[in-house]
């Protein structure tokens, strides 16, 4: 069973920066973030890390990358805007089409909060 751990998180300014991450242990796997607010995946990438997708309101500002010799994924996010405020769920799934489809996680986070002030 895959566990997922998150760092990072908080409160800037519109304009900052912010980087999360997200520790998994058990096993390797197709990660992402989810954002709870409205709900959906906003970026994902495979196991191998050879690809990477990325929901069109964060295109240009967020980039997430893994380390497989830590088992972590990082959620770099640059220009943050207010719409950005959300709790983000590291997310993990064996299925790539499963984990882009934002239905069921074989694994998530406990979330993090992220809030972004005009």
């Known amino acids: 069973q895959v566990h997922l751990t998150e760092s990072g998180g908080g409160s800037v300014q519109a304009g900052d920066s912010l980087t999360l991450s997200c520790a998994a242990s058990g096993g390797i796997l197709h990660m992402g973030w989810y954002r709870q607010a409205p709900g959906n995946i906003v970026a994902a990438i495979t196991w191998?890390?050879?690809?990477?997708y990325y929901a069109d309101s964060v295109k240009g500002r967020f980039a997430i990358s893994r380390d497989n010799a830590k088992n972590t994924i990082y959620l770099r996010m640059e220009n943050l805007k207010p719409e950005d405020t959300a709790v983000y769920y590291c997310?993990?799934?064996?299925?790539?089409?499963?984990?882009?489809?934002?239905?069921?996680?074989?694994?998530w986070g406990q979330g993090k909060q992220v809030t972004v002030s005009s």
């Open positions: 191998n890390g050879d690809k990477t």
């Open positions: 997310v993990a799934d064996d299925n790539i089409v499963t984990l882009l489809e934002g239905t069921s996680y074989d694994a």
